[in-house]
């Protein structure tokens, strides 16, 4: 039966799970927060991305958001989020000054995130004044520049969070 230990030189050392892997690497709260921001940005994108898609083809179970005659775009409930998360740091919600626990500074990091990313997935109604999102040029450019940003985002912050516990999976599979 095997264990939960590899051997390095002779000597058994245990495989670390996820979680203490997480808390090694995000042990500065700055750079956990950066981090979960990128990855809540990432996923809110291409989630919003696929749920917009699918209404856009008339496939799913998602429909537009209609309020009394009027479409309400998501970019609304980013900009509103994106309000209440700046005034979560104006109160000094989950910045770390003072004795604050860390859950509402990663949740108003994850907050931070998904705002952007609604905000941002419809920035060029934002700038033209009109829905124009499905010009087919602008949309795949805009994706593409967003996801690669999204990406990259995560993987500067995660990236030896991701090394870790590629290695560990790599020692568990050894075992």
Not at 19 to 36: I, K, M, P, Q, T
Not at 52 to 77: E, S
Not at 103 to 117: E, I, T
Request: glycine share 8%; aromatic share 10%.
């Amino acid at each position: 039966m095997r264990t939960q230990a590899a051997t390095h030189a002779g000597a058994k050392v245990p495989l670390r799970s996820p979680r203490a892997l997480y808390r090694e690497h995000f042990a500065d709260a700055r750079r956990e927060r950066l981090f979960l921001s990128s990855v809540a940005f990432f996923l809110t994108f291409a989630i919003v991305r696929a749920i917009t898609y699918t209404t856009h083809a008339g496939r799913g179970p998602f429909h537009d958001v209609v309020v009394r005659g009027m479409h309400l775009h998501h970019l609304v409930l980013g900009i509103l989020l994106l309000l209440g998360v700046g005034y979560l740091w104006l109160a000094q919600v989950g910045t770390g000054i003072g004795r604050s626990p860390d859950w509402p500074s990663r949740l108003r990091a994850l907050l931070y995130g998904v705002a952007a990313a609604l905000a941002l997935d419809e920035f060029a109604l934002c700038l033209r004044l009109e829905d124009v999102n499905w010009a087919r040029e602008r949309r795949e450019s805009i994706d593409a520049v967003i996801i690669s940003g999204a990406l990259l985002g995560v993987g500067t912050w995660g990236r030896r969070f991701f090394h870790a516990l590629a290695r560990e999976a790599a020692r568990a599979l050894r075992l």
